[in-house]
């Protein structure tokens, strides 16, 4: 991706020196992610253009120096197929790292395929490789999990467990999910496996309110109804309280303020949605937060822990949750153009980029 608003150029990159503790992998998929649109249009600070998009990636290690052990002290081998945590450099130093323990925020942090430049190396998941700087944190995939389960999955469901983690969900409870792109699909399905009680999912259009019902939804409203129409169904399956927990996964403002009027008094509103600056919106803070004692948390970016647990969620889950369906198109690195303007346009629910042409 050479700068904001270009065509994508097919490049030839040199294979980086592996140095010890280092890898390179050969990539299988990439995902094509709603960040990704927003890095083709300018609309992240700090990127260093040209990149390499791509955060979230799956791969088989063609080559490692060195002993690099995963999370058991497991050594990892040449062949082994794995993911990884696409966030590195985190100091565990700083403030953030060690007194707040909110490593997203560490200012040392640099993300693959986001905030590491093409000048940097092969940082980035649409290549037909991707170096494993010592430290990049892989995770295994089994030997019987399905890599386009895990891909389908993917940024969102790494982002939606994240979240539903923040939302402190109990047994029971009922949720409202607002947006039923990949992040919302995987919320609606992280509430249904965490015991929640009514899943209702928010958001436009029909299809992907039908596929929201296969991820668990028990219940799902379009934008064609208004808000208020909206509401009043929320409340009338709550006993006139209102959802226990709203998950904002839209990135529109305007569903913030929804948000607040979706959850009961005492509540929990988590927003996971508004990854760049999508705007204000006006709420009002006595009625919406104070009077009702909302409890409202942002979420963003991810840890290893969610991504650690992803793989595991999907290896458990994935014949019960359609995550594999999710991926509703494949393309190869000459045809990235044509793959993020698909998801752009919403087109498609998911998008991968498979270098090798696989699918
Ligand atoms: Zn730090
Ligand atoms: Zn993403």
């Given at each position: 991706?050479?700068?904001?608003?270009?065509?994508?150029?097919?490049?030839?990159?040199?294979?980086?020196?592996?140095?010890?503790?280092?890898?390179?992998?050969?990539?299988?998929?990439?995902?094509?992610?709603?960040?990704?649109?927003?890095?083709?249009?300018?609309?992240?600070?700090?990127?260093?253009?040209?990149?390499?998009?791509?955060?979230?990636?799956?791969?088989?290690?063609?080559?490692?120096?060195?002993?690099?052990?995963?999370?058991?002290?497991?050594?990892?081998?040449?062949?082994?197929?794995?993911?990884?945590?696409?966030?590195?450099?985190?100091?565990?130093?700083?403030?953030?790292?060690?007194?707040?323990?909110?490593?997203?925020?560490?200012?040392?942090?640099?993300?693959?395929?986001?905030?590491?430049?093409?000048?940097?190396?092969?940082?980035?998941?649409?290549?037909?490789?991707?170096?494993?700087?010592?430290?990049?944190?892989?995770?295994?995939?089994?030997?019987?999990?399905?890599?386009?389960?895990?891909?389908?999955?993917?940024?969102?469901?790494?982002?939606?467990?994240?979240?539903?983690?923040?939302?402190?969900?109990?047994?029971?409870?009922?949720?409202?999910?607002?947006?039923?792109?990949?992040?919302?699909?995987?919320?609606?399905?992280?509430?249904?496996?965490?015991?929640?009680?009514?899943?209702?999912?928010?958001?436009?259009?029909?299809?992907?309110?039908?596929?929201?019902?296969?991820?668990?939804?028990?219940?799902?409203?379009?934008?064609?109804?208004?808000h208020e129409g909206r509401l009043a169904?929320?409340?009338?399956?709550?006993?006139?309280?209102?959802?226990?927990?709203?998950?904002?996964?839209?990135?529109?403002?305007?569903?913030?303020?929804?948000?607040?009027?979706?959850?009961?008094?005492?509540?929990?509103?988590?927003?996971?949605?508004?990854?760049?600056?999508?705007?204000?919106?006006?709420?009002?803070?006595?009625?919406?937060?104070?009077?009702?004692?909302?409890?409202?948390?942002?979420?963003?970016?991810?840890?290893?822990?969610?991504?650690?647990?992803?793989?595991?969620?999907?290896?458990?889950?994935?014949?019960?949750?359609p995550w594999r369906e999710m991926v509703?198109?494949?393309?190869?690195?000459?045809?990235?153009?044509?793959?993020?303007?698909?998801?752009?346009?919403?087109?498609?629910?998911?998008?991968?980029?498979?270098?090798?042409?696989?699918?």
């Open positions: 991706m050479p700068a904001p608003n270009q065509a994508l150029e097919l490049r030839e990159a040199r294979a980086p020196d592996l140095e010890p503790g280092a890898a390179l992998l050969q990539t299988l998929y990439s995902e094509v992610c709603g960040t990704d649109v927003h890095l083709h249009h300018g609309r992240l600070a700090g990127v260093p253009y040209p990149i390499v998009p791509g955060h979230v990636s799956v791969g088989t290690i063609a080559a490692l120096r060195g002993r690099i052990v995963d999370v058991h002290g497991d050594a990892f081998r040449e062949g082994d197929l794995v993911t990884f945590l696409d966030v590195h450099e985190t100091c565990n130093h700083c403030y953030h790292c060690l007194v707040a323990r909110q490593p997203t925020r560490c200012p040392s942090r640099r993300v693959y395929g986001i905030t590491y430049g093409l000048s940097e190396g092969l940082l980035g998941g649409w290549a037909e490789a991707i170096w494993m700087k010592p430290g990049v944190k892989m995770v295994r995939l089994p030997d019987d999990l399905d890599p386009e389960v895990f891909i389908g999955g993917g940024c969102g469901l790494v982002t939606a467990l994240h979240a539903v983690d923040i939302a402190r969900l109990r047994l029971g409870e009922s949720v409202a999910v607002l947006g039923v792109g990949p992040v919302g699909q995987s919320m609606v399905a992280l509430a249904a496996l965490s015991g929640a009680g009514e899943v209702v999912a928010i958001g436009e259009p029909r299809d992907r309110l039908d596929f929201a019902h296969r991820m668990g939804a028990s219940t799902t409203l379009g934008l064609e109804m208004p169904v929320v409340r009338a399956m709550t006993g006139g309280r209102g959802a226990d927990v709203v998950l904002e996964a839209t990135g529109s403002p305007d569903a913030v303020a929804q948000a607040l009027d979706l959850v009961r008094d005492g509540g929990r509103v988590v927003i996971a949605g508004h990854y760049t600056d999508n705007g204000p919106v006006t709420i009002h803070p006595h009625w919406q937060v104070n009077r009702k004692h909302v409890e409202l948390r942002g979420c963003w970016g991810s840890e290893f822990s969610h991504f650690y647990r992803a793989v595991d969620l999907a290896h458990r889950f994935g014949d019960r949750v509703s198109a494949r393309y190869r690195l000459d045809d990235a153009d044509e793959a993020l303007e698909a998801v752009a346009s919403r087109e498609v629910l998911k998008a991968l980029i498979a270098p090798s042409g696989r699918g």
